[in-house]
């Protein structure tokens, strides 16, 4: 039984399918987020993969879009590896993810996916509350820019990014950082996770 697992949340086509892709600010997250997997792997931690969707829609999160599925260049889930879906921002509230972590002795997780600030800080901070060890790998999440609340409806991406009341992407990481270290989880790269620069975090046995 393990008692780590990488959490990997929400890498899926259904955001590069919308134009606001064009505004993320980590495109290549399948590349580090590959990476997390490998190292999990090597070390016999458990990965868990987790899609959002929202049936009924009609939008890109409805499975009947076809767009509810990995981002191309995200590794395939492996034989074994637990496969969920969920409907709320949270891994954790409409599946069954507390009790697969337990069938499998998890008391450590590593968080990355996307979005940073929305479903990936969402179950960081829940994972906390439910006494499991959370370490954030803030650079295997990704995110855009976020309009103003008195901004209107539909803007495009365009629009967005040169209305001065928005907050860019990197204001949004930050503000993740600080709202979560030394509250909720540890924060930690890519780097540091695969080359047991974080202490006690997963993987680094």
């Known amino acids: 039984m393990t008692q780590r697992a990488l959490i990997v949340i929400d890498v899926q086509e259904s955001f590069r399918s919308r134009p606001l892709w064009r505004l993320i600010d980590n495109p290549d997250i399948a590349d580090d987020v590959n990476r997390l997997v490998d190292h999990a792997r090597d070390h ?5 993969w987790v899609l959002h969707q929202e049936p009924g829609t009609g939008g890109a999160f409805d499975p009947e879009s076809g767009h509810v599925r990995y981002l ?7 034989a074994g590896e637990p496969q969920i879906r969920k409907t709320s921002h949270n891994a954790f509230t409409t599946t069954n993810l507390q009790q ?4 499998h002795g998890v008391r450590e997780l590593a968080i990355c996916g996307i979005r940073t600030e929305q479903c ?3 179950t960081a901070r829940l994972g ?3 006494g499991y060890q959370v370490t954030f790998v803030i650079d295997a999440t990704a995110t855009n820019p976020i309009a103003h609340p008195d901004a209107p409806d539909g803007l495009t991406p365009e629009e967005l990014a040169a209305d001065p009341r928005t907050l860019p992407a990197s204001a949004v990481v930050e503000r993740t950082v600080f709202a979560l270290s030394g509250r909720f989880a540890t924060v930690a790269t890519v780097d540091q996770v695969v080359g047991s620069g974080v202490p006690a975090t997963i993987g680094l046995s």
């Open 120 to 122: 990936c800080e969402t």
């Open 128 to 130: 906390s509350d439910l």
């Open 44 to 48: 016999d931690d458990l990965v868990v």
């Open 72 to 78: 191309d260049g995200l590794r395939a889930p492996a």
């Open 100 to 103: 697969l972590l337990t069938e």
